[in-house]
């Protein structure tokens, strides 16, 4: 009977194991994504749609790990084909970014509270002119600044501060949390990070965080986009990013492996 009992115990949690739905991480770079990837346990690859997706488990839970590739359309369209084959519980992006606040430099971490695309708006003779709100499909409107999921934003938090972070020349890098500016250009321009920084309040900028959560909020689905910053987005960018893209991707993945840990 007590054999019975266990068996009857162990195929209940077997099967719940097999259902449970996974936690999808997605970077739009190969370095981004590298250390997860190396740390991931008993990794299966599998193709779907041109992209590569790698199943496993990093600190006991179940995730799916891709590249996006770079900009608005390839996380846009990573992300459909995501949902659409794997349909993950929650989607937590990490990567480099452009530091905008003066005091965001290359190492530290920003941690979107709210992502927006600041390329979307109309152009006419006396310049451009970004769009009150976000059109959707089927043509409702929804703000602009499209809101992270709070639980995991708090968890970020709470993990940002704890962590050890790789320090870039001998300083301890910061943790901020605000608005991250998404658009399909690398800004390398003072004049552009300032305006970005000014209109937006946008502590960062970067090229697919706003398209991710535009999914995720139109599917439900809690997303949390987090970055580390490889530059700052100014006339130098360009170089900075080449000389940090490496520790910075290392500081955003460790974020993240830290969440992991918080999910329960
Ligand atoms: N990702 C990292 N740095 C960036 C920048 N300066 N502009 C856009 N995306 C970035």
């Known amino acids: ?3 019975k009992k266990w068996l009857f115990l162990f195929l209940c949690f077997f099967s719940l194991n097999l259902q449970a739905q996974r936690i999808a991480i997605m970077g739009a770079l190969d370095q981004e994504i590298a250390i997860l990837l190396d740390s991931m346990k008993t990794s299966k690859k599998v193709n779907h749609g041109g992209i590569d997706f790698y199943t496993g488990k990093l600190k006991g839970k179940k995730v799916v790990i891709l590249k996006a590739g770079v900009g608005k359309v390839n996380a846009a369209y990573s992300t459909a084909i995501l949902v659409e084959n794997f349909d993950p519980e929650t989607l937590i992006f990490t990567g480099v970014a452009g530091g905008l606040h003066p005091e965001a430099l290359p190492g530290d971490i920003v941690i979107g509270e709210k992502l927006v695309q600041f390329d979307f708006g109309q152009v ?3 310049g451009f002119t970004v769009s009150p709100f976000r059109k959707l499909t089927g043509g409702r409107h929804e703000d602009l600044y499209i809101q992270a999921d709070a639980d995991l934003l708090e968890k970020s938090t709470t993990v940002a501060n704890r962590i050890e972070l790789v320090p870039i020349s001998g300083r301890k890098p910061k943790v901020f949390s605000g608005v991250i500016a998404t658009g399909d250009i690398f800004v390398s321009s003072d004049e552009k990070a300032r305006w ?10 970067e090229m697919e965080g706003a398209a991710i959560a535009h999914i995720c909020r139109t599917l439900e689905i809690p997303f949390v986009i987090i970055r580390s910053c490889s530059d700052n987005a100014n006339n130098h960018a360009r170089v900075n990013f080449n000389q940090f893209v490496g520790p910075a991707s290392v500081n955003s993945a460790r974020l993240v492996l830290g969440i992991l840990e918080e999910i329960q």
């Open 1 to 3: 009977m007590a054999v």
């Open 124 to 126: 006419n003779s006396t």
């Open 196 to 205: 970005l920084y000014e209109e937006f309040d946008a502590l960062a900028t």
